[in-house]
């Protein structure tokens, strides 16, 4: 089976830097997601690791390390717009579908 | 590009009565994706389909929810008879081939409200 852990809720403020931390248990990894999800829509596709490491887009970084099963999602030069809920996913065992973890919801203030 | 098109937007209906989701999946995306969304549960995988064939239904919560996709550009889910803990938010994904299949496209999903 596959289990997630995020934090429920987040506050931060424009312009600062903050980490999401999604911990998790699979018996088989094949690869780990973060989607972000603003209020009233869909999910949206944001970054993707199946090696450990960093990876970096832009404002997004994503980091793995499948030894301690557990990655983070860090945002940097916050925005009011990325107040959204973050969403960690790991791909099943077969790799075939996505498992989510049930989001942390960001604020971002003023 | 449309995007994943599901309809309706917003279904209120009373328990007991059916309920048809319908999504159309991103034109050439092999994999189809229906997931449930509520506060409590967070996103859960209900069943997907690979070239139109049912992989894994183990999400399906009851009997009373079924799922078909008679051919690649159209997938219902149907709740009969539905019930008040049906209500949530219902999204239909889908997913191209090859390396970024597990990048996966929503639709804007359909609120459901059963009283």
């Known amino acids: 089976g596959q289990n997630i852990d995020q934090p429920t809720e987040m506050t931060a403020t424009e312009g600062a830097i903050v980490q999401i931390n999604c911990t998790y248990q699979?018996?088989?990894?094949?690869?780990l997601f973060w989607y972000q999800q603003h209020a009233g829509e869909a999910p949206t596709f944001l970054s993707y690791?199946?090696?450990?490491g960093l990876e970096e887009k832009g404002r997004f970084s994503s980091f793995l390390s499948r030894s301690k099963g557990y990655s983070y999602l860090l945002l940097k030069e916050l925005q009011m717009k990325d107040s959204a809920s973050y969403l960690c996913?790991?791909?099943?065992?077969?790799?075939?579908?996505?498992?989510f973890g049930k989001g942390t919801t960001l604020s971002v203030s003023s | 590009d449309a995007g994943v098109i599901q309809s309706p937007r917003h279904e209120v209906t009373e328990m007991g009565q059916e309920v048809t989701l319908r999504c159309k999946p991103i034109s050439g995306h092999n994999s189809l994706f229906w997931y449930r969304q509520t506060m409590m549960r967070g996103l859960e995988l209900l069943i997907y389909?690979?070239?139109?064939?049912?992989?894994?239904d183990s999400g399906m919560p009851e009997d009373r929810f079924s799922a078909k996709m008679p051919n690649a550009s159209f997938s219902t889910l149907k709740i009969q008879p539905s019930e008040p803990r049906d209500s949530a938010v219902y999204f239909c994904a889908s997913s191209p081939r090859g390396a970024e299949q597990e990048k996966l496209f929503f639709g804007s999903g359909t609120q459901l409200s059963v009283l």
């Open positions: 996913a790991l791909a099943n065992q077969a790799g075939t579908a996505l498992i």
């Open positions: 690791n199946v090696l450990d």
């Open positions: 699979t018996s088989g990894f094949n690869g």
């Open positions: 389909f690979n070239n139109n064939v049912p992989i894994d």
